[in-house]
Nanobody, 126 residues
């Protein structure tokens, strides 16, 4: 069993930055692909970014490309999401996810992930 604990959310002004962390407990992230998803009120869950278990290839949603960066630190068993130039429309609950059987074609599919964190609120004011 893997527990994912997110932190780093909060309130920021438009144009600001936040870094979200996702600490994995119970299994090394060397064996896991890690992803971030978000969900705003009244909207469906949306893929943000992911990093593949083997090789570290990264994937981004269109809105995240060029502004967000996913990374990982094996020593800390933690994945990160650096978010720059935040916009009010980025306001959402951001959740970390992990999976061991992900392949390139399903990295953007939340249903393919095995484990989920509780989510952290990100609010961007205009």
């Amino acid at each position: 069993q893997v527990q994912l604990v997110e932190s780093g959310g909060g309130l920021v002004q438009a144009g600001g930055s936040l870094r979200l962390s996702c600490a994995a407990i119970g299994r090394t992230i060397r064996n896991l692909s890690m992803g971030w998803f978000r969900q705003a009120p009244g909207k469906e869950r949306e893929f943000v970014a992911a990093i593949k278990r083997n090789g570290g290839a990264t994937f981004y949603g269109d809105f995240a490309e060029g502004r967000f960066t996913i990374s990982r630190d094996f020593a800390k068993n933690t994945a990160y999401l650096q978010m720059n130039n935040l916009r009010p429309e980025d306001t959402a609950v951001y959740s970390c996810a992990a999976g061991s059987g992900l392949i390139t074609s399903n990295m953007r599919n939340g249903a393919a992930y095995d484990y989920w964190g509780q989510g952290t609120q990100v609010t961007v004011s205009s």
